[in-house]
């Protein structure tokens, strides 16, 4: 049967913005205060009219929609080659209610929600083709345990300073990234010109970035645009077509899945995700409300979800954490269609992909689209009903 490609155009809108971490505000106020001080200084305390770019998003189809289409590594949608053959940037954004909804999250072709100190979590989005994105954020600063994440997409980690226990990853040569401040002891924060504030939101909760910033910003810092052969694995997740969906209906332990409650993961953001049918994705909310792209004004959705559980331990007295992010055989969940198999996963160093499989040590395979990455604590539990 002959498949016609689709083309959608989606208009991209404005408004709102940031928040902090920690126990929402009670524990926002240790690392807010060392990150912000210097921040002050940045440009454009003016708010920055967005304007509305279009951008250019193929469903999935078993031909290319053109010549120069190539396959993303991050969600197997067909993107041009330029997009394929360029770094993504991992961005890191909050989850506190006063932070959302935030503009760009809903482009992360792959989203990664990890807990950080004071009992909520933090996330970093995966974004390609962000090159025209015109607000990008608010972002927010990094824990030394999402590097790995960043490094097995050979990103550009785009953050807000940080605790000192990211010190040795963030100064490390071939570790790329763009920060509006220093990160703890260190006294650099490469790119810092890239950000600007919003008078929306009192900082920290109002640092923005660009597509064009940030391009300036690294061609300033010489680093590489496209991916480093070095250190770039593009077989990154097995995916399959929308003409041969994985329905998980071939796994005699699939359960059901159509709505996952991690509030038990999170329990200050409660994030869940609900299944619809219809249109075959997981639509997400953090603190029982949708969670928005504000540029979009929808709510992120993805079509698939994977749940990996991690060991973790706590660092100190201010409650900094610790997750094993390379370790091999360790268990979790994938869910897709409204179905859910347990898996485990392995990662052999900084920039090799976590490889998840199923219980008879198969890689398992994915369908085309966005995925959300839950990196649960080792002994908490998730709930698929």
């Not at 997740?237 to 998980?248: G, M, R």
Request: contains cysteine; aromatic residues 10%; proline residues 5%.
């Amino acid at each position: 049967m002959k498949r016609h490609n689709i083309l959608l155009i989606a208009a991209l809108t404005a408004a709102l913005c940031l928040s902090g971490c920690g126990k929402e505000d009670e524990e926002a106020s240790t690392e807010i205060q060392d990150i912000t001080v210097e921040a002050e200084d940045l440009p454009g305390a003016e708010e920055e009219e967005v304007s509305e770019p279009e951008e250019e998003v193929f469903v999935d189809d078993e031909e290319a929609p053109g010549e120069g289409y190539v396959r993303s590594s991050l969600t197997n949608q067909w993107v041009k080659e330029e997009v394929a053959n360029s770094r993504p940037i991992s961005v890191m954004m909050p989850t506190d209610t006063a932070a959302q909804p935030q503009y760009g999250i809903g482009s992360a072709g792959v989203l990664y929600e990890i807990m950080e100190e004071g009992s909520i979590s933090r996330q970093m989005a995966i974004i390609e083709g962000w090159q025209d994105m015109e607000k990008i954020g608010n972002v927010r600063s990094v824990r030394h345990y999402y590097v790995p994440v960043g490094l097995e997409w050979d990103s550009i980690i785009v953050h807000f300073g940080g605790p000192y226990y990211a010190d040795n990853w963030v100064t490390r040569p071939d570790v790329n990234n763009i920060t509006g401040t220093h990160t703890g002891n260190t006294n650099v924060a490469p790119g810092s010109e890239a950000f600007f504030r919003s008078n929306d939101k009192k900082a920290p909760h109002n640092a923005y970035t660009s597509g064009e910033k940030l391009t300036s910003a690294i061609e300033k810092q010489k680093y590489d645009k496209d991916h480093r052969s070095q250190y770039w694995v593009p077989e990154h997740f097995t995916f399959t077509n929308a003409s041969n969906p994985n329905t998980l209906e071939d796994y005699s332990d699939a359960k059901r899945a159509v709505n996952i409650d991690l509030s038990g993961v999170f329990p200050v953001t409660l994030t869940s995700l609900e299944y619809n049918e219809e249109e075959g994705v997981y639509y997400k909310t953090l603190h029982k409300n949708k969670q928005i792209d504000q540029l979009t004004g929808e709510q992120l959705t993805f079509t698939n979800v994977i749940v990996q559980m991690t060991d973790c331990k706590k660092l100190d007295d201010k409650d900094y954490q610790d997750f094993t992010m390379i370790d091999s055989g360790k268990p979790g969940y994938f869910c897709t269609k409204g179905k859910m198999i347990p898996i485990t996963w392995t990662k052999t160093s900084d920039y090799a992909p976590t490889k998840y499989y199923d219980m008879d040590g198969k890689e398992i395979v994915l369908n085309t689209g966005k995925t959300y990455i839950a990196v649960a604590q080792s002994g908490t539990k998730p709930i698929f009903e």
